[in-house]
T-cell receptor
Framework: SAVISQKPSRDICQRGTSLTIQCQVD?????MFWYRQQPGQSLTLIAT?????????ESGFVIDKFPISRPNLTFSTLTVSNMSPEDSSIYLC??????????FGSGTRLTVV | GENVEQHPSTLSVQEGDSAVIKCTYS??????FPWYKQELGKGPQLIID?????GEKKDQRIAVTLNKTAKHFSLHITETQPEDSAVYFC????????????FGGGTRLMVKP
């Protein structure tokens, strides 16, 4: 299965600023997703990152707040914009690989102060 | 869209006992059901999965069963060990909505030595 490198692993940010999270995969993958995991909660899909086109966002998530780039089949970024304390969460990159299932990165633990 | 419910939310067992976690799903078109283990500070790790054309799958101490008619699936861990202590998530793949995974609420399993 794919190996995912996600950076940064954690960060503490001031409210009103933005943070860009990177997801690098060691092989080409078609399906790439971004999830949010609020403290003590389950995983909620933010969007599907589409290579060469705009991401597909789930209900409750908008491009202005969570812009996503996917320039090729091995890399994607998620930006959390104009942050508030409510954005404090773990953000996870995931890839889907057919018979290998879905693999997750180790996550980015974000604290907004 | 798909809705996945998971029970119980917490489970405490004695080392050596068995643990069972149950999930139900709503979308009859879902065809792939993975289980993830998440340890503190880490991303979810796939431990076992089952596809809709199979009723049961086993991997050493871990087994998963699927009842498509009733739309529920279960994780069984036998001979539990303290290192099994973690949060477990079930998920279902929504084929008709971009192959995304929808997650259950999670079960915190505590194995007491």
């Amino acid at each position: 299965s794919a190996v995912i490198s996600q950076k940064p692993s954690r960060d503490i940010c001031q409210r009103g600023t933005s943070l860009t999270i990177q997801c690098q995969v060691d092989s080409q993958v078609t399906m790439m997703f971004w999830y949010r995991q609020q403290p003590g909660q389950s995983l909620t899909l933010i969007a599907t990152a589409n290579q060469g086109s705009e991401a597909t966002y789930e209900s409750g998530f908008v491009i202005d707040k969570f812009p996503i780039s996917r320039p090729n089949l091995t890399f994607s970024t998620l930006t959390v914009s104009n942050m508030s304390p409510e954005d404090s969460s773990i953000y996870l990159c995931s890839v889907g690989q057919g018979d290998y299932g879905y693999t997750f990165g180790s996550g980015t633990r974000l604290t907004v102060v | 869209g798909e809705n996945v419910e998971q029970h119980p939310s917490t489970l405490s067992v004695q080392e050596g006992d068995s643990a069972v976690i149950k999930c139900t799903y709503s979308d009859s078109a879902s065809n792939y059901f993975p289980w993830y283990k998440q340890e503190l500070g880490k991303g979810p790790q796939l431990i076992i999965d089952i596809r809709s054309n199979v009723g049961e799958k086993k991997d050493q101490r871990i087994a998963v069963t699927l009842n498509k008619t009733a739309k529920h699936f279960s994780l069984h861990i036998t001979e539990t060990q303290p290192e099994d202590s973690a949060v477990y998530f079930c998920a279902a793949r929504t084929v008709n909505a971009g192959n995304m995974l929808t997650f259950g609420g999670g079960t915190r399993l505590m194995v007491k030595p």
